[in-house]
């Protein structure tokens, strides 16, 4: 089994930050890719930022100049910094790994469980 836990999230004013972690634990063998994707009501799942093995990133145009995404692999941790909050950021924010697992020919995703992030004044 592998396991996602996340924490982070938070109420923050406009123009604020937050930063969220992601820590997976459990039967691993490498982590390929990990992501931050984020659910606002009304809306559908949306792609915020990815990073890979080599440390390449990805952004949603949305959230350029604003966030930032790291990893530690030492600690299986992705981050993601979000500066300058706007109300538009409101969400539910997952974090997701494709990770070889020991034993394993092929690759697997694996889902945190949410953390709120809300923007409000």
């Known amino acids: 089994q592998v396991q996602l836990v996340e924490s982070g999230g938070g109420l923050v004013q406009p123009g604020g930050s937050l930063r969220l972690s992601c820590a997976a634990s459990g039967s691993i063998f490498s982590i390929n890719v990990m992501a931050w994707y984020r659910r606002a009501p009304g809306k559908e799942r949306e792609l915020v930022a990815s990073i890979t093995s080599g440390s390449s990133t990805n952004y949603a145009d949305s959230v350029k100049g604003r966030f930032t995404i790291s990893r530690d692999n030492a600690k299986n941790t992705v981050n993601l910094q979000m500066n300058s909050l706007k109300p538009e950021d409101t969400a539910v924010y997952y974090c997701?790994?494709?990770?070889?697992?020991?034993?394993?020919?092929?690759?697997?995703?694996?889902w945190g469980q949410g953390t709120q992030v809300t923007v409000s004044s």
């Open positions: 997701k790994i494709v990770v070889r697992r020991r034993f394993s020919a092929s690759d697997s995703n694996y």
